[in-house]
């Protein structure tokens, strides 16, 4: 009789952005978000629900989680005090911290380090080939799992769906995508809390890399995938000559 084929689980790296590259007052563009093996996202999905369900206990379900909104006291966040926001805006960071089987990811690249190259598809080609690598080193551990990259909907779409096929083919600059499933899906925001925990991730990454404000990146700090003292998950591209003193370039 055969045997049964190995079961091979599922890594799903959820990712938004923050900053703009075509608002030239950005300087930073940030993509960023968790990795969470498939029946781990259930848990941390639930804790957002609960904190919804406090903060606006007449439509939960409505009250999305989104980075800026919290801070600024925008759409459904208006009617609720700025401590609360702040100290909701912590707890959601906090459960991701926290989270079983979860790995951060960020990619800042500061505009002017990115040449010739769109910002935000020099982003997706550090994170992704960093996802893959993660998988890659579960695979020689005797883990084997494959990935799959959900983002927020976004006018890039077209583009990175083509980047991702283009990195598992002909590769990328520093190899190839081996270990990922299918090219990334785009959900609405809307759909899915791990979406709006990628939205905090980046957006407090935002705030650090741009503003030097670590009041919430702090928080996610030592979250960011690594292995033997070495931080895989997190890279600051800076313009060449410039100095920085963040976590990821004073250590590098």
Known sequence: MPRPAAFIGMHLLYLDDSGSVKNAQDRHIVLAGLSVFERAGHTLSRQMDQLAERLWPDNPAGLEFHGTEIFSGKK?????????????????????????????????????????????????????????????RFHKSGNTQRGLIVLDETTYETSLQALATQFRTAGHRWGQLYNLAEVPLFVNSKATRLIQCADLVAHSARRYFELGDATYFDVIRNSFDSQGGIRYGLVHRVPAGEQCGCINCIHN
């Open 76 to 136: 459904q966040w208006r009617g609720i005090r700025r401590e609360e926001r702040q100290a909701a805006y912590i707890e959601a960071l906090t459960y991701i911290a926290q989270s079983r089987d979860t790995r951060l990811f960020c990619a800042a690249v500061h505009r002017g380090a990115a040449g010739d190259d769109d910002p935000m598809e020099l982003a997706f080609e550090h994170v992704a080939s960093r996802f893959d690598r993660m998988l890659g």
